[in-house]
Protein backbone atom coordinates (compact mmCIF):
# COMPACT_ATOMS: atom_id res chain seq x y z
CA UNK A 1 0.00 0.00 0.00
CA UNK A 2 1.01 3.38 0.20
CA UNK A 3 3.50 4.94 2.36
CA UNK A 4 2.03 6.53 6.13
CA UNK A 5 1.93 10.90 5.28
CA UNK A 6 4.32 12.50 7.39
CA UNK A 7 4.09 13.55 10.74
CA UNK A 8 3.33 17.56 11.46
CA UNK A 9 7.06 17.79 11.91
CA UNK A 10 9.29 15.58 10.18
CA UNK A 11 12.74 16.45 9.33
CA UNK A 12 12.25 14.53 5.94
CA UNK A 13 10.19 17.50 4.94
CA UNK A 14 12.59 19.85 5.33
CA UNK A 15 15.03 17.14 3.07
CA UNK A 16 12.99 17.92 0.15
CA UNK A 17 12.19 14.02 -0.71
CA UNK A 18 9.04 13.78 -2.54
CA UNK A 19 5.43 13.92 -1.07
CA UNK A 20 4.68 10.92 0.81
CA UNK A 21 8.82 9.56 1.49
CA UNK A 22 10.09 10.01 4.64
CA UNK A 23 13.59 9.53 5.93
CA UNK A 24 14.16 6.46 8.21
CA UNK A 25 13.23 7.16 11.98
CA UNK A 26 17.21 6.90 12.92
CA UNK A 27 18.00 9.29 10.42
CA UNK A 28 15.75 11.63 11.49
CA UNK A 29 16.65 11.41 14.87
CA UNK A 30 20.45 12.06 14.63
CA UNK A 31 19.55 14.34 12.43
CA UNK A 32 17.16 16.36 14.79
CA UNK A 33 20.30 15.50 17.82
CA UNK A 34 23.54 16.98 15.88
CA UNK A 35 21.39 20.20 15.17
CA UNK A 36 20.11 20.13 19.01
CA UNK A 37 23.65 19.29 19.84
CA UNK A 38 25.02 22.42 17.56
CA UNK A 39 22.70 24.83 19.11
CA UNK A 40 23.63 23.78 22.65
CA UNK A 41 27.09 24.25 22.00
CA UNK A 42 26.18 27.82 20.05
CA UNK A 43 24.63 29.04 23.62
CA UNK A 44 27.27 27.68 25.63
CA UNK A 45 29.70 29.78 23.65
CA UNK A 46 27.23 32.79 23.79
CA UNK A 47 26.84 32.68 27.32
CA UNK A 48 30.70 32.24 27.87
CA UNK A 49 31.72 35.40 25.73
CA UNK A 50 29.56 37.20 28.30
CA UNK A 51 31.06 35.58 31.42
CA UNK A 52 34.83 35.15 30.38
CA UNK A 53 35.02 37.78 27.41
CA UNK A 54 32.87 40.67 29.05
CA UNK A 55 30.96 40.62 25.83
CA UNK A 56 27.37 42.31 26.61
CA UNK A 57 24.80 40.64 28.93
CA UNK A 58 22.52 39.66 25.51
CA UNK A 59 24.87 36.88 24.80
CA UNK A 60 24.60 35.92 28.48
CA UNK A 61 20.26 35.95 27.94
CA UNK A 62 20.61 34.41 24.41
CA UNK A 63 22.99 32.01 25.68
CA UNK A 64 20.98 30.44 28.94
CA UNK A 65 17.52 30.77 27.12
CA UNK A 66 18.59 28.70 24.65
CA UNK A 67 19.86 25.98 26.77
CA UNK A 68 16.81 25.78 28.65
CA UNK A 69 14.39 25.81 25.46
CA UNK A 70 16.21 23.32 23.83
CA UNK A 71 19.20 20.83 25.21
CA UNK A 72 17.32 20.83 28.39
CA UNK A 73 13.58 20.57 27.31
CA UNK A 74 13.65 18.77 23.93
CA UNK A 75 16.70 16.53 24.50
CA UNK A 76 15.54 15.43 28.42
CA UNK A 77 12.05 14.34 26.41
CA UNK A 78 13.38 12.08 23.92
CA UNK A 79 16.28 10.36 26.18
CA UNK A 80 13.66 9.57 29.04
CA UNK A 81 11.24 8.03 26.01
CA UNK A 82 13.90 5.93 25.34
CA UNK A 83 15.26 4.52 28.65
CA UNK A 84 11.80 4.42 30.15
CA UNK A 85 8.77 4.40 27.43
CA UNK A 86 10.16 2.48 23.73
CA UNK A 87 6.99 2.95 22.54
CA UNK A 88 7.27 6.41 22.88
CA UNK A 89 10.94 6.52 21.25
CA UNK A 90 10.19 8.22 17.79
CA UNK A 91 11.41 11.23 16.28
CA UNK A 92 8.07 13.22 17.79
CA UNK A 93 9.53 12.28 21.23
CA UNK A 94 11.77 15.30 20.76
CA UNK A 95 8.34 17.44 21.19
CA UNK A 96 9.54 19.92 18.43
CA UNK A 97 6.52 20.49 16.84
CA UNK A 98 3.90 20.34 20.40
CA UNK A 99 1.01 22.51 18.45
CA UNK A 100 0.45 25.47 16.02
CA UNK A 101 -0.02 27.46 20.07
CA UNK A 102 3.06 25.96 21.12
CA UNK A 103 4.97 27.41 17.59
CA UNK A 104 3.18 30.54 18.12
CA UNK A 105 4.34 31.42 21.44
CA UNK A 106 7.55 30.73 21.05
CA UNK A 107 7.84 32.94 18.39
CA UNK A 108 6.37 35.57 19.84
CA UNK A 109 9.00 34.94 23.17
CA UNK A 110 11.34 35.28 21.09
CA UNK A 111 10.07 38.93 19.18
CA UNK A 112 9.60 40.12 22.89
CA UNK A 113 13.42 38.89 24.28
CA UNK A 114 14.73 40.58 20.46
CA UNK A 115 12.60 43.80 21.21
CA UNK A 116 14.34 43.67 24.67
CA UNK A 117 17.63 43.03 24.58
CA UNK A 118 18.91 43.80 20.96
CA UNK A 119 16.05 46.78 19.26
CA UNK A 120 18.03 50.00 20.33
CA UNK A 121 15.57 52.79 20.73
CA UNK A 122 12.10 50.41 20.61
CA UNK A 123 11.01 52.06 23.64
CA UNK A 124 10.15 48.84 25.56
CA UNK A 125 13.19 48.99 27.60
CA UNK A 126 14.23 46.02 29.89
CA UNK A 127 13.07 45.14 33.22
CA UNK A 128 15.65 43.17 34.44
CA UNK A 129 18.15 45.65 34.00
CA UNK A 130 15.71 48.49 35.39
CA UNK A 131 15.47 46.75 38.90
CA UNK A 132 19.28 44.87 38.58
CA UNK A 133 21.10 48.11 36.97
CA UNK A 134 24.34 46.46 37.71
CA UNK A 135 25.77 43.64 35.60
CA UNK A 136 26.66 41.38 38.68
CA UNK A 137 22.82 41.61 39.97
CA UNK A 138 21.46 41.02 36.06
CA UNK A 139 23.46 38.07 36.02
CA UNK A 140 22.59 36.89 39.51
CA UNK A 141 18.70 37.05 38.31
CA UNK A 142 18.93 35.28 34.88
CA UNK A 143 21.37 32.56 37.11
CA UNK A 144 18.88 32.05 39.94
CA UNK A 145 15.81 32.43 37.52
CA UNK A 146 17.31 29.51 35.41
CA UNK A 147 17.72 27.49 38.51
CA UNK A 148 14.61 27.52 39.56
CA UNK A 149 13.29 26.75 36.21
CA UNK A 150 15.22 23.96 35.66
CA UNK A 151 13.96 22.91 39.12
CA UNK A 152 10.24 22.93 37.60
CA UNK A 153 11.61 20.85 34.70
CA UNK A 154 13.07 18.43 36.87
CA UNK A 155 9.60 17.95 38.46
CA UNK A 156 8.38 16.95 35.04
CA UNK A 157 11.32 15.07 34.76
CA UNK A 158 11.17 13.31 37.91
CA UNK A 159 7.35 12.27 37.18
CA UNK A 160 8.08 10.88 33.76
CA UNK A 161 10.89 8.52 35.14
CA UNK A 162 8.67 7.69 38.23
CA UNK A 163 5.50 7.24 35.65
CA UNK A 164 7.95 5.20 33.56
CA UNK A 165 6.53 3.10 30.81
CA UNK A 166 2.53 4.10 32.31
CA UNK A 167 3.77 7.77 30.84
CA UNK A 168 2.85 9.28 27.32
CA UNK A 169 3.46 12.15 25.33
CA UNK A 170 -0.38 11.83 24.03
CA UNK A 171 -3.86 10.47 25.17
CA UNK A 172 -4.16 7.09 25.08
CA UNK A 173 -7.78 5.89 24.72
CA UNK A 174 -6.81 2.58 24.91
CA UNK A 175 -4.97 0.77 27.48
CA UNK A 176 -2.16 -1.30 26.62
CA UNK A 177 -1.59 -4.72 28.83
CA UNK A 178 1.26 -3.19 30.85
CA UNK A 179 -0.29 -0.37 31.61
CA UNK A 180 -0.82 0.39 35.07
CA UNK A 181 -2.11 2.99 37.44
CA UNK A 182 1.42 4.99 39.16
CA UNK A 183 -0.04 6.34 43.03
CA UNK A 184 3.01 6.48 44.82
CA UNK A 185 5.74 9.06 45.31
CA UNK A 186 5.09 12.19 43.50
CA UNK A 187 1.46 10.55 42.27
CA UNK A 188 0.72 9.68 45.62
CA UNK A 189 -1.28 13.30 46.17
CA UNK A 190 -0.93 14.91 42.43
CA UNK A 191 -2.43 13.08 39.78
CA UNK A 192 -0.12 15.20 36.96
CA UNK A 193 3.18 16.15 38.50
CA UNK A 194 4.75 15.82 34.81
CA UNK A 195 1.95 19.45 33.63
CA UNK A 196 2.74 20.97 37.24
CA UNK A 197 5.98 21.05 36.20
CA UNK A 198 6.00 21.83 33.00
CA UNK A 199 3.87 24.62 33.43
CA UNK A 200 5.95 26.23 36.21
CA UNK A 201 9.09 25.77 33.70
CA UNK A 202 7.21 27.03 30.94
CA UNK A 203 6.68 30.55 33.00
CA UNK A 204 9.64 30.84 34.86
CA UNK A 205 11.70 30.78 31.54
CA UNK A 206 10.21 33.52 30.28
CA UNK A 207 11.21 35.26 33.54
CA UNK A 208 14.37 34.27 33.43
CA UNK A 209 15.20 36.68 30.30
CA UNK A 210 13.04 38.96 31.26
CA UNK A 211 9.99 38.50 28.95
CA UNK A 212 6.99 39.70 31.48
CA UNK A 213 4.42 39.56 28.67
CA UNK A 214 4.88 36.30 27.96
CA UNK A 215 5.57 35.18 31.32
CA UNK A 216 1.56 35.68 31.22
CA UNK A 217 1.07 34.79 27.93
CA UNK A 218 2.28 31.25 28.85
CA UNK A 219 0.75 31.08 32.09
CA UNK A 220 -2.78 31.27 30.16
CA UNK A 221 -1.73 29.13 27.24
CA UNK A 222 -0.70 26.41 28.90
CA UNK A 223 -3.24 26.59 31.80
CA UNK A 224 -5.99 26.56 28.96
CA UNK A 225 -4.09 23.30 27.20
CA UNK A 226 -3.49 21.40 30.35
CA UNK A 227 -7.53 22.29 31.56
CA UNK A 228 -8.83 20.89 28.09
CA UNK A 229 -5.69 17.61 27.94
CA UNK A 230 -6.86 16.56 31.54
CA UNK A 231 -10.51 16.93 31.18
CA UNK A 232 -9.85 14.44 27.81
CA UNK A 233 -7.01 11.94 29.30
CA UNK A 234 -9.42 11.66 32.60
CA UNK A 235 -12.21 10.81 30.49
CA UNK A 236 -10.56 8.32 28.90
CA UNK A 237 -8.89 7.14 32.31
CA UNK A 238 -12.62 6.90 33.91
CA UNK A 239 -14.30 4.58 31.19
CA UNK A 240 -14.46 1.12 32.63
CA UNK A 241 -12.39 -0.57 30.21
CA UNK A 242 -9.59 1.64 31.50
CA UNK A 243 -8.77 2.06 34.94
CA UNK A 244 -12.33 2.49 35.85
CA UNK A 245 -13.57 2.77 39.82
CA UNK A 246 -10.01 2.48 40.41
CA UNK A 247 -9.12 5.48 38.89
CA UNK A 248 -12.29 7.15 40.09
CA UNK A 249 -11.08 6.56 43.77
CA UNK A 250 -8.02 7.99 43.05
CA UNK A 251 -9.27 11.08 42.33
CA UNK A 252 -11.23 11.87 44.77
CA UNK A 253 -8.35 11.69 46.98
CA UNK A 254 -6.10 13.53 45.23
CA UNK A 255 -5.65 16.84 42.88
CA UNK A 256 -4.55 17.75 39.81
CA UNK A 257 -1.46 19.58 40.75
CA UNK A 258 -2.15 22.73 38.54
CA UNK A 259 -3.97 25.89 39.91
CA UNK A 260 -7.57 26.11 39.42
CA UNK A 261 -8.28 22.68 38.37
CA UNK A 262 -8.78 20.39 40.78
Not at 57 to 67: A, D, K, M, Q, R
Not at 141 to 170: D, K, N, P
Not at 222 to 234: C, V
Amino acid sequence: GAPPPPPPFSTGRVMFLRRGQRLPPYVEIALVAFAMGLVACLALIAAGLHLLANWGLPWLVVGVYVLLTVPLFHMSEFLVACLYRPHDASPNAFVLYHSHAYVASMTVAWIELTLHWFVGGSGLGNVITALFPSNTSSCIWIVVTAMVAAGFYGLRLAAMVQCAEHFSHQVEYRRRPEHQLVKTGLYRTMRHPAYAGWLGYAVVTQLVVGNWFCALLFAVVTWKFFNGRIADEEGALLREEFFGSEYRAYRSATWSGLPFIV
